[in-house]
Nanobody
């Protein structure tokens, strides 16, 4: 069992930046960020593999950066040039080999216009 603790959400003006963190209680294979706006489905945002390879949803490419610190079992999401449409609850998700997939509790990001 792996516990995830997310932090870094908050209220920011359009054009601003936030950095989300997701600290895991153990090591993980790959990590993803998802987001879910009110009344909408949960959407994939970004992924980082164990080798550091990254991939992004089109709507965040060039603005968001996912990274990981294996020594700290932590994954980050640096969000720049934020837009009001980025407002959502952001969730981290990790895959632990021979164990399963785990979700964080979510952190609210609100971008004001």
């Amino acid at each position: 069992q792996v516990q995830l603790v997310e932090s870094g959400g908050g209220l920011v003006q359009a054009g601003g930046s936030l950095r989300l963190s997701c600290a895991a209680s153990g090591s993980f294979f790959s990590a993803r960020w998802y987001r879910q706006a009110t009344g909408k489905q949960r959407d994939f945002v970004a992924v980082v593999t164990t080798s550091g390879t990254t991939n992004y949803a089109d709507f965040v490419k060039g603005r968001f950066t996912i990274s990981r610190d294996n020594a700290k079992n932590t994954v980050y999401l640096q969000m720049n040039s934020l837009k009001p449409e980025d407002t959502a609850v952001y969730y981290c998700n990790v895959v632990v080999l021979n164990s399963g997939t785990y979700w964080g509790q979510g952190t609210q990001v609100t971008v004001s216009s």
